[in-house]
Nanobody, 129 residues
Framework: QVQLVESGGGSVQAGGSLRLSCAASGRTASTNSIGWFRQAPGKEREGVAAIYTDDGSSYYADSVKGRFTISDDNAKNTVYPQMNSLKPDDQGMYYC??????????????????????WGQGNQVTVSS
């Protein structure tokens, strides 16, 4: 089992920044990718970004490229999505998730929720215009 604890959500004005964090514990050696998803009311959950912890490769949805970056601290088993230039459309509940995948699977399917086995509790991000 792997447990994920998220923090860092909150409220910010459009154009502002937030840094989330996702700390993993338990059998973390059984996982090698961490994804971030968000879900706004009435919308489907969408993949925002992911990092392949074996080599540090990162992946982003087109809607956040150039504004969001994701980094990891392997010593702390923690991943940090940095969200800049936030827009009202970025508002939603943000979830981190982790699982194991081959490099090809992670690079081609990082945005698919089914690829992840363990999920965090979610963290609300509110962006006011």
């Amino acid at each position: 089992q792997v447990q994920l604890v998220e923090s860092g959500g909150g409220s910010v004005q459009a154009g502002g920044s937030l840094r989330l964090s996702c700390a993993a514990s338990g059998r973390t050696a059984s996982t090698n990718s961490i994804g971030w998803f968000r879900q706004a009311p009435g919308k489907e959950r969408e993949g925002v970004a992911a990092i392949y912890t074996d080599d540090g490769s990162s992946y982003y949805a087109d809607s956040v490229k150039g504004r969001f970056t994701i980094s990891d601290d392997n010593a702390k088993n923690t991943v940090y999505p940095q969200m800049n230039s936030l827009k009202p459309d970025d508002q939603g509940m943000y979830y981190c998730a982790t699982g194991w995948g081959s490099p090809l699977t992670v690079s081609s399917s990082w945005f698919r929720a089914v690829e992840y086995e363990y999920w965090g509790q979610g963290n609300q991000v509110t962006v006011s215009s």
